[in-house]
């Protein structure tokens, strides 16, 4: 039995969305094609933050591009507040708005108050009403002191929090946030997402759509995140729920100082480990090690004493996004990333 | 946020309203740029000064009639507006679409033809401030002459030239859309062939029948060669068709810029979108 609400009550709808990107080589003819969204569906309830995961080139901005009308689907249809992204564009923008990290939209020859309120009469809000609106959404976010500062003078947070302004300043029914906190510093990143959850709370008709490769922002933001790679949407559901996909597993943080080189291999061949990673960590090696179960980890200390490994620490560690992510690619988010070299960042607000 | 403040729903203006705010909105950066950037006085009005002086000692050395000097001072004060509708209007949306401002303004209820008036009448009315300045400084300098009989005939003349320029501008504004980095050699390359085919600094009659009708679909040497003839004494000896005939062709090319930069403004908005040249590639 199909379960799925009607169209009018969901804020977004892909069927088998497909995007295929066709790149030019060096040479005259030369095109190639990338597959950048394949197949997604995807169905988004009025009032939810929806996060979409996935790394760098995953496929996520591509998304939000048809979503928000500025990008053709090559094959499929997506509806946005119940209306199609192709045939009725112009049904779906005024219910929206798009905020993405880095952004430098806008005049920097003009003021904070000045960009706002130029962005506000492309939506045709009347002045006055504009400005009260922008007022106290810059004292929300904290802004209200800069607003007569040229953007230009401003720095990447404080940009960003302009940003964010202009994008909740026209309420639209659905708010797609690319990447909103990409760049910031711990505490500019913080108010951005406090901001954005208080705005969600105070009216359950708003929906959100965000993207992010900070596993944390997920976590902490969305009422379900789907996992998305190489175009495709692998898992989709609360965290809470894709976290017990690995809840099975023990998952161990140790950390030791190894008298020679460590053979990772014999370890990851032990029986019963299922996954293993290892970084350089304030001169330790840090391992992060998944196990079908806790027994097999005396074995691991076994092996460990037996390399001349010495242990400085062990912890016993809840799963999180980043695991939900390995258990489905077969590599970590920034492994990913350094193999597309994307030059991954960690996640610098954690 | 009280929440009343949080649910009530924002009314919001559509229609000729949304239109009217939009084009006001996108002009206001460009008028207040110019007061914030003073720069411009130097850039865009001594230097293009020099470049008429030097037509103006030219002209006195070999003993030209004296309008010619006048001529010159109209011609150099027009480049401004040539300038602004090049790298400020055609090109523009290239630029715009760097900063990522172009999605912001595809993504909104407005519409683009909106955009792009706002931008035309802002850079319209921040360019008459130039070419004012261009005029009197060298009316003043040069000791310039104007024999004007009648200046309505003349304030529309203009009127329709910047209509008919403006209009142009919006229309290769919608051509670039499509255009990457090489937007930027594109516009170099309509610069300087214009300076001569518009007659910026001799009257265009003096190109011969044929070529000056050929540099009649821009609008400047229309509106130009128009102007001269009304503003000098000479001016209907020296003028290329007669003003009435200069006017009837400027209001034809202001109708057809404006219907194409429409047409052009959503076919190629459409095909941009399908190819993927809305947004900039950085992400």
């Not at chain 1, 880095?102 to 020859?109: D, I, W």
């Not at chain 1, 840090?286 to 001349?308: H, K, W």
């Not at chain 2, 401030?129 to 003043?140: D, N, P, S």
């Not at chain 2, 309505?152 to 329709?160: M, R």
Request: aromatic share 8%.
């Amino acid at each position: 039995m199909n379960t799925e609400p009607p169209l009018n009550d969901l804020a977004i709808k892909t069927e088998a969305l497909t995007r295929i990107y066709k790149i030019r080589g060096a040479k005259k003819g030369d095109l190639r094609e990338r597959v950048a969204l394949e197949e997604i569906n995807l169905s988004v309830p009025r009032g939810e933050l929806f996060g979409l995961l996935g790394p760098n080139g995953a496929g996520k901005t591509t998304l939000i591009k048809i979503l928000t009308t500025l990008l053709a689907p090559t094959r499929g249809r997506a509806w946005v507040a119940g209306y199609d992204v192709v045939r009725e564009a112009d049904k779906v923008r005024p219910r929206i708005n798009m905020v993405s990290g880095g952004e430098t939209s806008g005049y920097g020859l003009l003021t904070v108050r000045e960009n706002l309120w130029m962005f506000a009469q492309f939506y045709g809000i009347p002045s006055r009403l504009a400005h009260q609106r922008i007022q106290m959404l810059l004292e929300m976010i904290g802004l209200a002191d800069r607003a007569n500062t040229k953007s230009s003078d401003l720095s990447t947070g404080l940009r960003q929090k302009m940003n964010i302004v202009r994008g909740f300043m026209t309420d639209p029914e659905v708010l797609f946030l690319d990447e909103p906190t990409l760049g910031l510093d711990v505490q500019a990143a913080r108010e951005v997402r406090a901001f954005i959850r208080r705005w969600m709370d105070e009216n359950p008709q708003r929906t959100i759509l965000l993207t992010t490769h900070y596993m944390q922002e997920a976590e902490e933001l969305c009422d379900r995140v789907a996992i998305i790679h190489n175009g495709r949407i692998l898992a989709c559901d609360t965290p809470e729920h894709l976290k017990q996909q690995v809840q099975h597993e023990a998952i161990f943080q140790l950390v030791v100082e190894p008298e020679q080189p460590l053979n990772i291999q014999t370890l990851e061949t032990l029986p019963g480990v299922l996954r293993l990673h290892q970084q350089w960590h304030n001169g330790g090696l840090q391992i992060e090690i998944s196990l079908a179960e806790e027994s097999v980890l005396p074995q691991v200390i076994g092996e460990l004493e037996r390399q001349q490994a010495h242990l400085r620490s062990l912890q016993k560690r809840q799963p999180s996004l980043e695991d939900v992510f390995v258990q489905l690619v077969g590599l970590r988010m920034e492994e990913v990333e350094r193999e597309r070299g994307n030059g991954y960042h960690a996640d610098p607000q954690e | 946020m009280s929440a009343a403040t949080a649910t009530t729903p924002i009314p919001k203006n559509s229609g000729w309203r949304l239109f009217l705010q939009t084009v006001i909105g996108r002009a206001y950066p460009r008028v207040i740029g110019q007061q914030r950037e003073k720069s411009w006085l130097i850039f865009e009005v001594l230097l293009p000064l020099i470049n008429v002086a030097a037509y103006v000692y030219v002209y006195r050395a070999i003993g030209a009639p004296e309008d010619y000097v006048g001529f010159v001072v109209i011609g150099g004060a027009m480049i401004a507006f040539w300038m602004n509708v090049l790298w400020s209007m055609s090109s523009q949306l290239y630029w715009e679409k760097e900063q990522g401002n172009l999605a912001l303004y595809i993504i909104a209820p407005t519409s683009l033809m909106a955009i792009l008036l706002g931008m035309a009448i802002g850079g319209m009315i921040a360019t008459l401030l130039r070419a004012g300045a261009i005029i009197a400084l060298g009316t003043l300098l040069f000791n310039v002459h104007y024999v004007v009989i009648n200046p309505w005939q003349l304030l529309a003349v203009f009127a329709l030239t910047m209509v008919a320029l403006y209009g142009l501008g919006m229309m290769t504004a919608s051509v670039f859309l499509l255009f990457s980095r090489e937007a930027w050699h594109y516009v170099n390359l309509a610069m300087e062939p214009v300076y001569l085919l518009s007659g910026f600094y001799f009257p265009l009659k003096n190109l011969g029948f044929w070529v000056a009708l050929g540099a009649s679909i821009i609008p400047l040497s229309l509106g130009l060669d128009a102007m001269r003839q009304l503003a000098f004494r000479s001016g209907p000896s020296l003028g290329f068709l007669s003003v009435p005939l200069e006017i009837a062709m400027l209001s034809v090319l202001s109708v057809v810029f404006l219907i194409a930069a429409r047409w052009l403004l959503a076919t190629l908005e459409r095909l941009a979108r399908e190819e993927a040249r809305l947004t900039e590639n950085r992400r």
